[in-house]
């Protein structure tokens, strides 16, 4: 826990500069446009600990896998996100010194990340070692508006002096991962140019070829005499070198206009050229010009995502920062792009696609944005299925079943422990889950008959060959699994698992039948394009669905996490100590393993996904079961938990548990928030408040809502797409407003009872 | 499979040189004295594929943990024998040209390990590009009787013209690992001296500063004129040159004495002057002086252990290969010491000692050497015992329980795969039953009360933490196991190990018992010293025996592998089409894991550990059960089950398993005898002949036989100690003799009935 920045509605601010904290205000500092991202690294030269981190996304590097002991069926790479040409320096020389905040004495430091706009700002007043005064401010975001662009504005005043002043905008290709398994540069092939006022570098990423040009220029406003300009070019490093007699009290503002282009929206050939191109259209528009249509998206984007909570303002900077950073990272508009656990905030997981997107960002997404958003997070997996059954054939599975990888960028599997990579599957089912809850959520029905069914009938064909018959049993069973609780490995039977798979056959066999008749010809082409012989294997699933083992214990009445758990010493989380939590940080791997402490929700992950077939007894026992044991040590865990604690009416429980995720990353609970912000467990906290204290749910193609208000707040309001509506839910402490922003009526279920809303009405409950 | 050697009693012989065998070859001639080993890499340069391997027992390097994902509890380093300075070396220049058999025509090679007499013998005419021919006859052995001596003689004759000859005898400190984790040189602090006759090279190990230096001298015997003498002194290389007028027809041989000393045996100070003495001390002797005082100690060692199979060759020649070998390895004179998987033959498992020591190893020194050899390899464990217990401690245990490492050097852990360092600790069971195994064999009742109990009680202690009790069973179990069996990671209740755990406590019960009155003083002071309070703990490890859950089938009458193994699917090993054998290289890891098939006896290794406990019924039961599962994937396979088999009068099977033992790395079964030879697995393999087919075994201090004999034998005979006696038994097809060479009667029990053999007399039964 590390908490120094200040609350603050709609912003975040830092004030004083503490070295010890700037990587983490790297991380939490972040700005995007979902094309790109970048850590809030300093513009200026610093010499203390930094992490360099400049992302664009979709371009990786497929880094050879590092391992002790090699597994049959390890992937050969790890493809990483890379650390790309950094385009945000600008180093500042004054009479001879440099600017360098790690070297400096610096007064009235003050960083603000204004979520409303999109903008970093940061100002601050330097001494340097020689008694040199400057006040410094700065401002840069990325631009939502022109996808390309990047814009900074740097502001230098000398306070006790007349001088030099030198400011040296660049841009530096000579960057590293940190996590690189062999320590070498994944860039190669540089070209770099340099004009007065202007310079470019080129690069290209060694064995995936992804190639992308960084184009930068600038100009100043100032009283001041520029009375010397320099370039400098170099293979890796290009930039302006501008000499500036500088008068005391007269500030010297520069803006670098930076262009971002990559090889996945432009022939390689024209990139040079393309990126020229760019450079000019982002030159003829002043920054504060770039900024207006900017701040309007964002503007859009707020209004369908916001919540708004009255009478806490840590929960509302908290929630905001979180639905903030989500649109940052994924605008979805480009389906060749994902969500990384830590989008552009840090190397960590390598940027790859994990099971979070479907299982937590798709039902965000789904909520405040149009469709097409997460048809796209959908169609992603879809232009990944060959690669997924090719994946599936490296394990021994054949006919086209298609395991989808644990960790990817392009659909091959990326990572490489075999406990996860060969037995974490379940990931498979969250996939086919997202398609069930995108057509449930719009009602694009249409999906399931063109990209949907191709999906979940490879899935569904890898479930039926990774089942085994048990001739003990008599049933169905599956071995050799991690379940979602990876603090149990290679066990027998995990209750979320089996449950999935077998959600996943029945449900691709509901699709099939329903669309039989109505669209038979799009069916015909599917079934012929992946050799499906409807018959044969319909009735070997629905042989397998039928005699599907699914571990309980009857005594107690839960679902049983694996066959052996029971097995194990039952102790409960409230009795650990708190001096051995984390347990991952004290415990040695086996211990953990051995132990009945739950990592994240498991069982309760399936009774969150299929609440709908269980009664709320056994909802309950469950809970009570396996939440004392679980100690919410992935940031996915507490969300699941607490919007399964609202709708138990465990109202404490349920805002204890929302409180662990909604400022995870601000208040740095675990100390790790240098390493980037835990992106998609975000979309979680998200879920907490819409689905956990609003009750949002779709049953049947039907808006349902069943809100609570925890007990510290005196209301809270959240926006959600539903279909051709756009609602306002406001929540009380006694009544419900619900604004249906659309030209439609709009039947929906409130508390059980179906209410209709008409156009444009705000009804209060 | 891949046999190119010539079948022979007492010798391999290789004729013919082909490059792409060579390093298996340099895998299957090595040699060494149990302090050190070699490869028989070539003397002379050769530029094709080798693995140059030079060792020093108990010289090693802490190489930094390398993993993919760290877990907790891992060790920082993996010690890994060392690839030392090469001494070997005699670089030879005919004419100008380079004397290098990947270049020359070769003809007429001939490479001889003579195993009766330690020596490596080769001989070849190789002509060079330029058509100068030489005839090359060379012998090399590493000195029995001086311990830090190796002799060559190299000898050029040229065929076909006069002119010079140069020798370069050197030794080359500039030698790498092959397996490194980060390709780094494990060595430093070079010290190299060289003078007109003799050098010296002195280097330290990188961490572990292990010194060791290496001396060489020469002496020539020719007609022909040495012309000039140069000496060679770069850091890391010494040697010497010597032109040589030869004349054509007229043989130069070059004596190279070598000398390899270490800081295991020498103070670091002197090592330098020590090997100056050493040196002197060995060319004090000629070559034929030394090479018949080594000759001399072995005929010692196949006085005692030599097994001869009259009938089939290829037999007798592969069961002296395993016997030889192993002395080559271990000799028992040094308890600092222990033997790899890959002895001195190579790198593979870093060279570091394994719980094969204890089951397999044990039982052939026991019968094959004096006690105090068998005692040693107790003592290294017994040295270790605060290192286990600090690995204990490391994973969460503590009161002084011990976990022997999966893999070790010095005591430390090296192991970093989770299911295997954290989880396959039946290990610590080896452990204590070699102690048992010791003192029934040799009667030294007197190593527990000194040695063995500290021991017995730290492994006790552990397994008394590591079961934990099951509410659901009521009963202990066992859980995150991996058994013998790692074709299964991550089990609950092996039965082999809670078997194992369950006999541990037993037997330290028993033995805290037995002497409690004989032997108070003694256990007074081990308890006094390890904290035991033999009341409590006595009580502790009651309970959990009384109450240990031992897995079985009742309808199968089957002990089960792990709670869950009946569970998978039941295919026999031998339905797996052979296209697919071996498993681990045709199929993903998980596949392999999910599969009922088992790589190395798991059950079946208790059973043979525990036979007196089970009637032939059960044990039958039980192999026929799971042998028919078992893919004998592990070189330490076969020779449990052929025991076995010949235990329940399974001749054929126990033939058939024995064949899979017996010439492994000669015929090179698996393709894998460039990596080295499977030094632990043969004395498996005379395990299978000594106490399988001749069924010998130790109960209540008397020593049994059951013999049968394979059909495709005529006879065979066996040597073995046995307390004060040594006996030779010889097992025909009708009958048995044995000799009772010693100068006191022995009972023995032969077939189940006690009988008297007199001394010195041979017994026909």
């Given at each position: 826990?590390?908490k ?102 610096t ?22 070692p ?22 900074i ?18 841009i ?60 400098i ?63 309007k ?15 806490d ?15 940052q ?36 997404y ?73 057509v ?70 509901f ?104 009664d ?33 009416g ?8 929302y ?8 208040d ?26 609003g ?26 797409f ?44």
């Open positions: 826990m590390n120094y920045t200040k609350t603050d509605e709609w912003c975040i601010i830092e004030e004083g500069f503490k070295p010890q904290n700037q990587c983490s205000s790297e991380s939490i500092f972040s700005i995007g446009n979902g094309r790109m991202g970048q850590r809030a690294n300093f513009e200026e030269h610093y010499s203390g600990e930094t992490l360099l981190g400049t992302y664009i996304g979709g371009v990786y590097y497929n880094d050879k896998t590092r391992v002790g002991w090699w597994k049959n069926g390890y992937p050969e790479y790890f493809a990483k996100v890379l650390n790309a040409p950094n385009w945000t320096g600008i180093n500042i020389n004054i009479n001879g010194e440099v600017l360098d905040l790690a070297v400096c004495r007064e009235n430091f003050v960083r603000i990340l204004n979520m409303k706009e999109g903008l970093l700002e940061r100002s601050f007043t330097a001494e340097t020689n008694g040199k005064r400057v006040k410094v401010s700065c401002k840069r975001f990325i631009s939502m508006a022109d996808k390309e662009a990047a814009l504005s740097y502001s230098v005043k000398p306070l006790n002096f007349s001088g030099e002043i030198t400011f040296t905008p660049y530096d290709g000579d960057v590293f991962n940190k996590d690189a398994n062999y320590d070498e540069q994944f860039w190669e092939s540089y070209q770099s140019e340099a004009d007065n006022g202007s310079a470019t570098l080129y690069a290209v990423t060694k064995k995936t070829a992804f190639h992308v040009c960084l184009g930068m220029k600038y100009s100043f406003e100032t009283k001041s005499t520029i009375k010397k300009t320099e370039i070019s170099k293979t890796k490093f290009v930039g302006n070198v501008i000499t500036i007699d500088a008068i005391e009290g007269e500030e010297i503002r520069m803006i670098k206009y930076v262009a971002v282009l990559s090889s996945l929206n432009h022939e390689p050939n024209n990139l040079q050229n393309d990126t020229q191109n760019a450079l000019a259209r982002i030159t003829a528009q002043t920054f504060e010009a770039h900024f207006e249509a900017h701040k998206i964002w503007a859009e984007i707020w209004k369908h995502s916001d919540i708004v909570i009255n009478g303002v840590e929960a509302q900077q908290g929630i905001r920062f979180n639905i903030f950073q989500l649109n990272t994924y605008t979805g508009d480009d389906n060749r792009l994902n969500i990384g656990p830590k989008g552009f905030t840090g190397e960590k997981y390598g940027g790859g696609t994990y099971w979070d997107t479907e299982a937590y960002c798709v039902p965000f789904l909520a405040t944005a149009s469709a097409e958003v997460g048809r796209n997070l959908l169609l992603y997996r879809y232009k990944q299925l060959d690669k997924a059954i090719e994946n599936a054939e490296k394990l021994g599975f054949s006919g086209g079943a298609a395991l989808y990888p644990m960790v990817t960028m392009d659909g091959t599997e990326s990572h490489n422990e075999w406990e996860i990579t060969f037995e974490e599957i379940h990931r498979n089912g969250a996939i086919a889950y997202a398609i069930h809850n995108y449930n959520y719009t009602g694009d029905e249409e999906y399931i008959t063109t990209y949907g069914l191709p999906v979940l009938i490879g899935i569904s064909r890898f479930w039926a060959q990774r089942c085994t018959w048990s001739e003990e049993r008599e049933m169905y069973v599956m071995l050799g699994i991690t379940g979602p609780n990876e603090y149990e490995n290679n066990v027998n039977n995990n209750w979320y698992t089996n449950k999935i798979a077998k959600w996943c056959m029945e449900y691709t066999m699709c099939v039948e329903k669309y039989a008749e109505d669209k038979s010809e799009a069916l015909k082409a599917i079934f012929s394009k992946y050799n499906f012989d409807r018959e044969k294997e319909v009735t070997q699933w629905r042989k397998i669905c039928e005699n599907m083992y699914l571990p309980e214990n009857k005594t107690k009445g839960i679902f049983l996490q694996q066959d052996n758990y029971l097995d194990k010493e039952q102790i409960l989380a409230a009795d650990l100590p708190s001096e051995i939590r984390p347990l991952n940080q004290h415990w040695s791997w086996d211990r953990i393993l051995r132990s009945c402490f739950i990592k994240q929700a498991d069982v309760l992950q399936g009774i969150f996904f299929f609440e709908e077939e269980y709320l007894d056994t909802i309950c026992r469950n809970f009570d079961f396996y939440e004392a044991r679980t100690v919410h040590e992935s940031s996915l865990s507490p969300c699941v938990h607490s919007i399964l604690a609202s709708k138990l465990k109202s404490e429980k349920a805002y204890e548990l409180l662990r995720t909604a400022r995870l990353d601000l740095d609970y675990n100390n790790e928030a240098h390493e980037g912000l835990h992106i998609t467990s975000m979309a979680g906290t998200w879920m907490s408040v819409v689905m956990g204290f009750g949002l749910r779709v049953r049947n193609g039907v808006l349902c809502l069943e809100p609570v208000i925890p007990a510290a707040w005196q209301s809270y309001t959240f926006n959600v539903f279909r051709d509506h756009n609602l306002k839910v406001q929540v009380s402490k006694n009544k419900c407003s619900i604004l249906n922003n659309s030209e439609k009526p709009l039947n929906i279920c409130f508390k059980n009872n179906i209410i209709q809303i008409q156009a444009n009405q705000n009804k209060e409950l």
